[in-house]
């Protein structure tokens, strides 16, 4: 078998490592020869950007060798480029430490250019400006500029709006020297995870094409399901018999965890990065949020009813959502579907409307595992120990247990985050988060011909059909938990499972600060 390129983004190396290489260049082929010379992409980290710019900078230098075999080989005239790649991963604590690593990298560049440029990292835009121009003098040719996450340094401050600012205002001026230097660009590809305005960043770029949204470009980055199975059949092999599955329930438990990715609602792609780490360990698990989840989605999430919107199974939203978006005024929903924590699932081209979702398990997992271990400060062992009682006891039919176990997980969240979020839709994310943790099968506000549950729990051989309150105090929650009793009775939640031969738990939950209550009616 071919190696993994598990965290390998050069394709110079990987090529020439004898490392499975899903041939990408039929894409970049479309790019080069139908668009326009200024290109952005934006798709989440870990989703094979850098192994993009990686594979057109050793098309631009001429490097056939690498090529052979694969779509481009035979289509090009490897007429060689100088290429500038601006990997903007760089050290960016502060506007400072950002000039001087941009500095530094200019420096490297122009070296390995054989090129000489003025030293100053107060000024990194002329570095850049004398680097494109120098280049073009040195060779004739006009230069291939990639910038591979451009918006990192943004990103990475977010919640501190001042200094985001700061670092805005250092992009700005630096993406400012492209500009000035546009009769010497070749092509620009600009990549990164937000698409922040460009009035704001990529000043006079007015023709920056965003091919994000292409359906010719859907999978661009990312597996799709052909490639999965082309590219990677031994693996697949080896993950069913580690696991001891068939081949079918494999690639069903992997479109399960990993799949699921689309910006065009029609091609749906794997998570690379994820999908190269199972195939490795032979493993499900998180493993893309296991590589680093930034703090500021974790506060998006804990916005105002950010959480309860994300968690819903369709969320509708404009064709434009993620339009105009600026530091001061960013679209939580926007961010989170450009970080990855949820994607298109539908288009309504006649209305002009996307339709989100939470694309896998994987990221089902992770928005559980990061949501309940901040909110409770537990570790995550031991919430994954309260999970795993709270499944056995509602799989065997002690209600009381489980209901104790989610109390238990539940008690730890501070009391100022529960009187900041007073309301019924809160703690309906809660339970759903708890329930996404403990891995029980479910399905939030689940349609029947009478309304709409919040939650059904299935098991083997019983339902729960739960119906949640939130109750302003203690007194109140034995009122509360009869009113959630009354509307699943009243409205016949149940009757669509009756007919399955199971137990029927029907489950009142009130919720207040601090404590629970529950009533359940158990019919065969």
């Known amino acids: 078998m071919k190696n993994l390129p598990v965290g390998e983004q050069s394709f110079e190396k990987l090529r020439k490592g004898d490392f499975v290489y899903v041939d990408k260049t039929p894409y970049i082929h479309r790019l080069l020869t139908t668009s326009a010379g200024y290109i952005f992409l934006s798709r989440p980290r870990r989703f094979g950007k850098s192994l993009l710019l990686s594979t057109i900078k050793a098309l631009f230098e001429g490097k056939k060798e690498l ?79 990639l910038v591979d996450e451009y918006d990192k340094a943004i990103l990475d401050k977010i919640d501190d709006l001042d200094l985001a600012n700061e670092m805005r205002k250092v992009l700005y001026t630096f993406y400012g020297a492209l500009k000035a230097s546009s009769d010497y660009l070749k092509l620009l590809v600009v990549t990164g995870i937000t698409k922040i305005s460009q009035t704001t960043i990529f000043s006079g770029f007015n023709n920056l094409n965003d091919i994000s949204f292409d359906a010719q470009y859907a999978g661009i980055c990312g597996y799709t399901q052909q490639e999965l199975e082309a590219y990677f059949p031994d693996y697949i092999q080896a993950t069913a018999q580690a696991n001891d599955t068939t081949k079918a329930e494999t690639l069903a438990e992997v479109k399960l965890w990993y799949n699921g990715y689309s910006w065009d609602a029609e091609t749906f792609v794997y998570n690379p990065y994820s999908v190269l780490l199972l195939f490795d360990k032979s493993r499900y698990k998180p493993f893309w949020y296991s590589s680093g989840t930034p703090t500021f989605l974790l506060k998006l999430l804990k916005t105002k009813d950010t959480l309860e919107k994300v968690l819903k199974e369709s969320i509708r939203v404009t064709e434009t959502f993620t339009e105009g978006q600026r530091i001061e005024s960013l679209n939580s929903l926007a961010l989170l579907f450009q970080a990855g924590y949820l994607t298109i699932h539908a288009f309504d081209r006649k209305e002009g409307y996307y339709y989100l979702q939470i694309p896998n398990e994987e990221v089902r997992t992770a928005i559980s595992e990061l949501v309940l271990t901040d909110l409770t400060n537990e570790d995550l062992p031991a919430l994954h120990d309260l999970g795993i009682n709270m499944r056995e006891a509602f799989a065997k039919g002690d209600t009381a247990a489980a209901m104790d176990n989610l109390d238990k997980l539940l008690s730890n969240i501070t009391y100022d985050t529960q009187t900041t979020n007073k309301n019924e839709g809160f703690y309906h994310a809660l339970f759903q988060l708890a329930m996404i943790l403990a891995n029980i099968n479910h399905q939030s506000e689940s349609h029947t011909g009478t309304g709409r549950t919040d939650s059904v729990l299935k098991f083997k051989d019983r339902v729960y059909v739960v119906e949640i309150k939130y109750a302003k105090t203690k007194e109140a929650l034995s009122a509360s938990v009869k009113e959630a009793m009354s509307q699943i009775e009243a409205t016949g939640y149940a009757k669509p499972f009756l007919n399955q031969k199971k137990r029927i738990h029907k489950l009142a939950i009130a919720f207040t600060k601090g404590d629970i209550a529950f009533q359940e009616e158990v019919s065969n």
């Open 67 to 145: 090529f052979k075999g694969l779509y481009v080989e035979g289509k090009m005239d490897w007429e060689i480029y100088p290429v500038i790649v601006l990997d903007m991963t760089l050290n960016s604590e502060s506007p400072h430490t950002l000039k001087t690593g941009l500095s530094r990298l200019l420096q490297t560049i122009a070296e390995l250019n054989g090129v000489e440029i003025d030293d100053d990292p107060n000024s990194p835009s002329d570095m850049l400006g004398q680097l494109v121009r120098r280049l073009y003098i040195k060779t004739g040719k006009q230069v291939v500029v």
